[in-house]
């Protein structure tokens, strides 16, 4: 087959047949004498790596390539305002867009009002190998002086073959462009596209064309989603070998998952153990396809594991739900009525949990009664997660009780209590009534249903 110029392959009908069509490398089960299949894998990352290591936001670049339209930039500029009150402090915000001129213009307007506005915040763009992403990236910088850019060519054999491109052409393009773009006073994230489908032989050569290029950091990304934990940890250590090979055992690597297969959260962890310094999130995990690493699933594992360690929590957790509302909200997504933190991550109607519940609030109040203050707020918290593992208190939300057919008394003294009400006003027949409506409608009685019969409810008789 003949090349062009740009190193493309010119495939013909008369050549088809004789096409040769490559494999793509499994991480997950493909042996290599470069990088033999771990025997074993530790089962999550040390605290002290999970301190060491952040997240960046992908919001608003993968995730909204997710949607059907494009945010307004007062609607971007809001949601990052409240990214950096919640403590992240890198996002990137846009990709070369080629002749998509009002997404260009957002951009560039989303740049100078970060600039303005959110100087704590470190904004990165992605830039493909050509001069016209390099000029449109040099245009993003003269905005924002911080800006830094992640500089990226598909590298797998399936998508070198589609694009017609040679490992040759891929390492002289890659190596042309970071170094211009390091020349223009740009920090480069020297990234690839299907890291997680190309070999090792492949990957050691762009690794070292990366780093002699001039990039600061490398970012590997599992594109289609089809790495799962024990790959994650072998393709972070490969990695991590060649750094400390080619000199430099401190640069930093980035880990870039999709959800299609599952695995984000679990690669996310696998990457960090092996030694990556930071994982890519987007709120609800919104993204292509199935998505990106979710934001809320990432840092609450990682506050957790923080925390019982000791360590301080770098994030405002507190703010955790305002965030991802604010997200949900801008990019037309409905929360999932299941899931981490989904619509029903804190609602419960079953008689056995509500009943548990109940009576860790009656011993917070005793505990009050004897003018015990600390006792009564860790009895306080215990009643949130005494059937949760999540707080719904230390992300900003609030519990939610509804009455059903699983419901028995305690449900209905329980929704009473925290619609603001004492539970001890009500009359046993109250209790009984809404029990028995939600037993004959075969559902959970609606928010406005429970209030009707809150409000209606005769008062109990005096003890």
């Not at 213009?105 to 830039?127: F, H, T």
């Not at 990039?215 to 989603?225: C, F, R, S």
């Amino acid at each position: 087959m003949q090349k062009d110029a740009h190193g493309h392959t010119d495939s013909t009908a008369d050549d088809i047949d004789s096409l040769d069509v490559p494999v793509n490398f499994n991480w997950n089960r493909d042996p290599s004498p470069l990088t033999p299949l771990p025997t074993s894998m530790p089962g999550e990352p040390l605290a002290s790596q999970v301190a060491g290591a952040h997240v960046l936001s992908e919001c608003l670049r993968d995730g909204l390539q997710g949607i059907s339209g494009y945010p307004p930039v007062d609607d971007m500029m809001r949601y990052l305002h409240l990214l950096h009150a919640f403590g992240i402090r890198h996002a990137t915000v846009g990709i070369y867009p080629g002749n998509a001129d009002r997404i260009n213009a957002r951009m560039k307007q989303l740049l100078a009002r970060m600039r303005d506005e959110l100087p704590g915040i470190v904004p990165s763009v992605l830039s493909m190998c050509t001069e016209e992403s390099l000029r449109w990236t040099v245009e993003c910088k003269e905005i924002h002086p911080a800006l830094e850019s992640v500089v990226f060519m598909g590298s797998a054999p399936s998508r070198r073959l589609v694009q017609g491109w040679g490992l040759d052409f891929v390492l002289d393009r890659m190596e042309t462009f970071i170094k211009k773009t390091v020349e223009m006073g740009i920090p480069v994230i020297a990234g690839t596209e299907h890291t997680t489908q190309t070999t090792p032989e492949d990957l050691r050569a762009i690794t070292r064309t990366q780093v002699e290029s001039g990039a600061y950091i490398v970012a590997l990304a599992d594109t289609i989603g089809v790495i799962r934990p024990l790959g994650t940890y072998r393709i972070i250590r490969f990695v991590r070998d060649e750094l400390d090979a080619l000199g430099v055992p401190d640069m930093q690597v980035d880990w870039h998952g999709h959800r299609d297969t599952g695995n984000a959260l679990g690669n996310a962890m696998a990457a960090v153990a092996a030694g990556a310094n930071r994982i890519h999130v987007v709120a609800r995990g919104v993204g292509e396809r199935s998505g990106n690493a979710s934001l809320e699933e990432i840092v609450l594992n990682f506050a957790a594991i923080q925390a019982e360690a000791g360590l301080p929590v770098p994030w405002d957790m507190s703010r955790l739900l305002e965030l991802i509302t604010c997200y949900q909200e801008m990019v037309g997504v409905e929360p999932p009525e299941h899931g981490v933190l989904g619509k029903r991550y804190s609602h419960t109607s079953s008689g056995i949990h509500t009943d548990a519940i109940l009576k860790a609030h009656h011993l917070a109040d005793r505990a009050r009664e004897a003018n015990a203050p600390e006792l009564e707020a860790r009895l306080r918290e215990m009643s949130r997660t005494v059937y949760s593992a999540v707080d719904p208190a230390a992300i900003g939300g609030s519990p939610s009780v509804a009455v059903s057919p699983w419901s028995g008394q305690s449900s209905v003294r329980l929704a009473c209590m925290l619609s603001g009400r004492d539970p001890r006003d009500l009359s046993p027949e109250t209790v009984q009534q809404l029990l028995t409506r939600a037993n004959e409608l075969g559902r959970e009685l609606t928010p406005q249903e429970l209030e009707e019969g809150l409000t209606k409810a005769p008062a109990a008789h005096p003890a």
